[in-house]
């Protein structure tokens, strides 16, 4: 079983569409969960950084933590044909080196 | 702000050449950088952890001889690919964290060997 688990997609949406994208993990230790957007052909870019559990929202953006089942969320209100993308969730524990775990990416088709 | 660059974006060598990839934080001095290797269509892959001044700490599998990391200050770090073959074809890319254990990816380097 790996450590983080993200379907791959793709996903196609129409424009306008709440899109849900999610991750499981399985271990206990994450304490920090990021959710990158990359481009085909670019490094990915850092849309949401959370500690713990809860909400935080930034524009269209939600991300959920739920550690109690160890799943995150990513929301994104209002999809916008500029939102395809690859979706990439990262953990992180607290000691060590605090290098990032990476779930596969989900792949995002918004239609227009 | 929050920059890393990586130079060059994209390199064609011949097979047995040694390639040097740059990556910098621009505006923020990173406390640990990382290299990642990506294959199309899939996720990143980490080949190494980079911290200045000290040496690199690789992931099982990577070769250290082959894949030559150096970290010269706060907001450099280097990664050489020596005597690189077509099988070191990749997209490399670089990250940098900052204090809060934020980490921001360069744009990455697409390396050719023919």
């Known amino acids: 079983q790996k450590e983080v688990e993200q379907d791959p997609g793709p996903l196609s949406v129409p424009e306008g569409a709440i899109v849900s994208l999610n991750c499981t993990y399985s271990?206990?230790?994450?304490?920090?969960f990021m959710w990158y957007r990359q481009y085909s052909r670019k490094g990915p870019e850092l849309l949401m950084y959370t500690y713990s559990s809860g909400n935080k929202e930034d524009g269209r953006f939600t991300a959920q933590v739920d550690k109690s089942s160890k799943y995150i969320s990513l929301f994104i209100r209002d999809s916008q044909p500029s939102d395809s993308a690859t979706y990439l969730c990262a953990m992180s524990s607290t000691s060590g080196t605090y290098k990032y775990i990476f779930g596969t990416g989900t792949r995002l088709k918004v239609l227009a | 702000g929050a920059v890393v660059s990586q130079h060059p974006s994209r390199v064609i060598c011949k097979s047995g050449t040694s390639v040097k990839i740059e990556c910098r934080s621009l505006?923020?001095?990173?406390?640990?950088m990382f290299w990642y290797r990506q294959f199309p269509k899939q996720s990143l892959m980490l080949m190494a952890t980079?911290?200045?001044?000290?040496?690199?700490?690789?992931e099982q599998g990577v070769e250290k001889d082959k894949f030559l990391i150096n970290h010269a200050s706060l907001t450099l770090s280097t990664l050489t690919v020596t005597s690189a073959h077509p099988e070191d074809s990749s997209f490399y890319i670089c990250s940098a964290t900052n204090t809060y254990n934020e980490q921001f990816f360069g744009p990455g380097t697409r390396l050719t060997v023919l």
């Open positions: 980079s911290n200045e001044g000290s040496k690199a700490t690789y």
């Open positions: 505006d923020f001095q990173a406390t640990t």
């Open positions: 271990n206990s230790a994450f304490q920090y």
